[in-house]
Nanobody, 124 residues
Protein backbone atom coordinates (compact mmCIF):
# COMPACT_ATOMS: atom_id res chain seq x y z
CA UNK A 1 0.00 0.00 0.00
CA UNK A 2 1.43 3.31 -1.12
CA UNK A 3 1.42 6.15 1.38
CA UNK A 4 2.57 9.73 1.05
CA UNK A 5 2.58 11.67 4.29
CA UNK A 6 3.22 15.40 4.30
CA UNK A 7 4.40 17.38 7.29
CA UNK A 8 5.87 20.76 8.13
CA UNK A 9 2.96 23.05 7.41
CA UNK A 10 1.85 25.76 9.78
CA UNK A 11 1.32 29.46 10.33
CA UNK A 12 4.08 31.87 9.36
CA UNK A 13 4.36 35.59 8.82
CA UNK A 14 4.89 37.04 5.37
CA UNK A 15 8.57 36.92 4.50
CA UNK A 16 9.14 33.84 6.60
CA UNK A 17 10.08 30.30 5.68
CA UNK A 18 8.74 26.79 6.02
CA UNK A 19 10.08 23.41 4.99
CA UNK A 20 7.59 20.78 3.94
CA UNK A 21 8.43 17.10 3.94
CA UNK A 22 6.71 14.19 2.26
CA UNK A 23 7.61 10.70 3.38
CA UNK A 24 6.78 7.93 0.93
CA UNK A 25 6.30 4.23 1.55
CA UNK A 26 5.08 1.26 -0.42
CA UNK A 27 6.74 2.25 -3.67
CA UNK A 28 10.20 2.22 -5.23
CA UNK A 29 10.79 5.84 -4.39
CA UNK A 30 13.92 6.34 -6.49
CA UNK A 31 12.03 5.55 -9.68
CA UNK A 32 9.28 8.11 -9.08
CA UNK A 33 9.19 11.74 -10.03
CA UNK A 34 7.78 13.67 -7.09
CA UNK A 35 5.68 16.79 -7.28
CA UNK A 36 4.20 19.41 -5.00
CA UNK A 37 0.83 20.96 -5.71
CA UNK A 38 -1.27 23.39 -3.72
CA UNK A 39 -4.92 24.29 -3.43
CA UNK A 40 -6.25 27.53 -2.00
CA UNK A 41 -9.88 27.87 -0.88
CA UNK A 42 -12.19 28.17 -3.85
CA UNK A 43 -9.41 27.49 -6.34
CA UNK A 44 -8.25 24.52 -8.34
CA UNK A 45 -5.26 22.49 -7.29
CA UNK A 46 -2.20 23.88 -9.04
CA UNK A 47 1.28 22.66 -9.77
CA UNK A 48 4.15 24.10 -7.73
CA UNK A 49 7.31 22.07 -8.29
CA UNK A 50 8.64 18.72 -9.43
CA UNK A 51 11.78 16.71 -8.82
CA UNK A 52 12.42 13.92 -11.29
CA UNK A 53 13.80 10.50 -10.45
CA UNK A 54 17.22 11.69 -11.64
CA UNK A 55 17.13 14.90 -9.58
CA UNK A 56 16.04 17.37 -12.20
CA UNK A 57 13.80 20.14 -10.96
CA UNK A 58 11.02 22.21 -12.46
CA UNK A 59 9.07 25.09 -10.94
CA UNK A 60 6.06 27.15 -11.75
CA UNK A 61 7.02 30.76 -12.43
CA UNK A 62 5.45 32.26 -9.34
CA UNK A 63 7.69 30.28 -6.96
CA UNK A 64 10.97 30.43 -8.87
CA UNK A 65 13.70 31.87 -6.73
CA UNK A 66 11.68 31.36 -3.54
CA UNK A 67 10.92 27.64 -3.34
CA UNK A 68 13.35 24.73 -3.67
CA UNK A 69 12.35 21.11 -4.15
CA UNK A 70 14.76 18.35 -3.22
CA UNK A 71 14.73 14.66 -2.45
CA UNK A 72 16.59 12.16 -0.32
CA UNK A 73 16.26 8.70 -1.79
CA UNK A 74 17.86 7.15 1.29
CA UNK A 75 14.95 8.45 3.35
CA UNK A 76 12.23 8.11 0.69
CA UNK A 77 11.44 11.75 1.29
CA UNK A 78 10.88 14.81 -0.87
CA UNK A 79 11.13 18.32 0.53
CA UNK A 80 9.85 21.75 -0.38
CA UNK A 81 11.81 24.62 1.11
CA UNK A 82 9.69 27.76 0.95
CA UNK A 83 11.29 31.14 1.55
CA UNK A 84 10.02 34.70 1.25
CA UNK A 85 6.49 33.48 1.77
CA UNK A 86 3.60 35.66 0.72
CA UNK A 87 -0.02 35.74 1.79
CA UNK A 88 -0.98 34.35 -1.60
CA UNK A 89 1.03 31.21 -0.86
CA UNK A 90 -1.62 30.25 1.69
CA UNK A 91 -3.02 26.87 0.65
CA UNK A 92 -3.10 23.19 1.40
CA UNK A 93 0.08 21.68 -0.05
CA UNK A 94 0.03 18.17 -1.46
CA UNK A 95 2.83 15.91 -2.56
CA UNK A 96 2.30 13.46 -5.39
CA UNK A 97 4.17 10.63 -7.07
CA UNK A 98 4.49 9.95 -10.80
CA UNK A 99 5.94 6.62 -11.81
CA UNK A 100 7.14 5.43 -15.22
CA UNK A 101 6.02 6.09 -17.87
CA UNK A 102 6.21 9.67 -16.68
CA UNK A 103 3.61 12.26 -17.51
CA UNK A 104 3.73 16.00 -17.85
CA UNK A 105 4.98 17.72 -14.73
CA UNK A 106 2.17 20.23 -14.40
CA UNK A 107 -0.75 17.86 -15.01
CA UNK A 108 -2.47 16.44 -11.95
CA UNK A 109 -3.44 13.42 -14.01
CA UNK A 110 0.22 12.49 -14.39
CA UNK A 111 0.48 11.56 -10.71
CA UNK A 112 -0.73 8.19 -9.46
CA UNK A 113 -0.44 8.76 -5.73
CA UNK A 114 -1.26 11.71 -3.49
CA UNK A 115 -0.76 12.65 0.12
CA UNK A 116 -3.43 14.03 2.39
CA UNK A 117 -2.07 17.56 2.36
CA UNK A 118 -0.63 19.97 4.89
CA UNK A 119 -1.95 23.46 5.56
CA UNK A 120 0.30 26.46 5.03
CA UNK A 121 -1.02 29.80 6.22
CA UNK A 122 0.91 33.00 5.63
CA UNK A 123 -0.22 36.04 7.55
CA UNK A 124 0.34 39.47 6.06
Amino acid sequence: QVQLVESGGGLVQAGGSLRLSCAASGLTFSTYSMGWFRQAPGKEREFVARCTSTGGTYYVDFVKGRFTISRDNTKNTVYLQMNSLKAEDTAVYYCAADGPPYGMAIRRQSYEYWGQGTQVTVSS
